[in-house]
């Protein structure tokens, strides 16, 4: 039996994945870029380091921009919003510590 033109030469896992994806991107979700990723993992690490210090410490501000730096990727979508803000709070975890 020969194959389909849909299915020629590619393993069906491969043609669900791209069917799904088709769809996702009908209802307006995008996959997000690597350097979106790339930023959040960044920002998360400094996050958390900033959290751990600001609570050893006992720097409540610097604690809670930690915090803000860990969970703000989850409300943006722009990748360059996301590097500004990020590092706006890198600043601020910046200038909070050395006080």
């Known amino acids: 039996m020969p194959p389909t033109a849909a299915f ?16 996702l991107e009908a209802l307006g979700f995008t996959l997000p870029s690597t350097a979106y990723l790339i930023g959040v993992v ?4 400094v996050g958390y380091v900033a959290y751990r210090y600001g609570k050893k410490m006992s720097l ?4 809670w921009i930690g915090i803000a730096l860990m969970l703000y990727p989850y409300a943006i979508p722009a ?3 996301l590097y500004v803000l990020g590092a706006g709070l890198c600043v601020g975890v910046y200038l909070s510590a050395r006080s």
């Open 42 to 45: 960044i920002f998360g690490i």
């Open 60 to 63: 409540p501000a610097t604690k």
């Open 8 to 23: 020629a030469g590619k393993p069906a896992s491969t043609n669900a994945m791209k069917d799904s994806l088709a769809a």
């Open 79 to 81: 990748t360059w919003l």
